[in-house]
């Protein structure tokens, strides 16, 4: 089945109303492309869950806080829009960034507090980048549902707080993480490694892991961190940006355990930086 590409915003709205009209439920997976299986599975659940489903292709310059990562960061519209249709979109919005910031913008989404810690205190203005953006993209579609990865954990709270905090009449819903079969998250950006980082990169969900093993076998979130940056410090070519227990919904990071944490940390391979997270309890 071919999808409807949508570079307006007039274009997708018209789609969406359309559907609505026939009694459809929409469903949005929000992405910035370059796709892979694991957008693959966010889709596959908003598939199964609603009746007509737009994926959104858009590398929002507003959330990349170094020029380098937005001006390398893999661009294949046409690759991407194949997999939408394997997968049974009905429409892809890709709108250029002219669409999306057309003059000077000055309203802005900032998250406070879950946005301030771990990636937050790494990438500057980056949450806020993604806030704004997400609660643009899901006013344009107007969704019933909108499907986040827990890959990107710190970003599915800030959107839930967001959603919450605003009214947004989408229903957020998180989609495990989908991993290569040695751990490693699969990520966009995992085809910037060179063939010896693809090969160490596994550590990192090795470390994480073996943290959340321990805390729950007991340890404390100081033990179980130390003894995760123990052994990714043992990594020749990884270098440790931050590794931190944390409340799964505040993002804040924790000394004792106390419902659902998770175990988050964000590392460089040369010049690829890599973020991963596992849940505990
Ligand atoms: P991105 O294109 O990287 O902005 O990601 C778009 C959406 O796909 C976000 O909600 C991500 O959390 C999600 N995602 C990316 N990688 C994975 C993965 N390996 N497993 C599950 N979801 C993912």
Known sequence: MSALVCPTIAAVREAVRTAREQGKTIGVVPTMGALHEGHASLMRQARAETGYLVVTVFVNPLQFDRPEDLARYPRDLATDVKLCERMGAEAVFAPSAEEMYP??????????GVSDKLEGEFRPGHFKGVATVVAKLLNIVGADRAYFGEKDAQQL?????????????????????????????LSSRNRLLTEEQRR????????LSAARDRIQGGASPGEAREAALAALAATP??????????????????ERIEGHVRVAAAVWLGKVRLIDNVLVG
Not at 161 to 175: E, G, T, W
Not at 245 to 253: R, W
């Open 237 to 254: 070519d990884i270098q440790v940006q931050y590794l931190e227990v944390a409340d799964a919904a505040t993002m804040q990071p924790v």
């Open 103 to 112: 003059g000077e913008l000055l309203t802005t989404v900032e998250v406070t």
């Open 200 to 207: 160490v990169a596994p550590a990192l969900y090795r470390a």
């Open 157 to 185: 709270a800030v959107i839930q707080k967001m959603a919450a905090d605003l009214n947004l009449p989408s229903r957020i819903v998180p989609v495990a993480t989908v991993r290569e079969r040695d751990g490693l998250a």
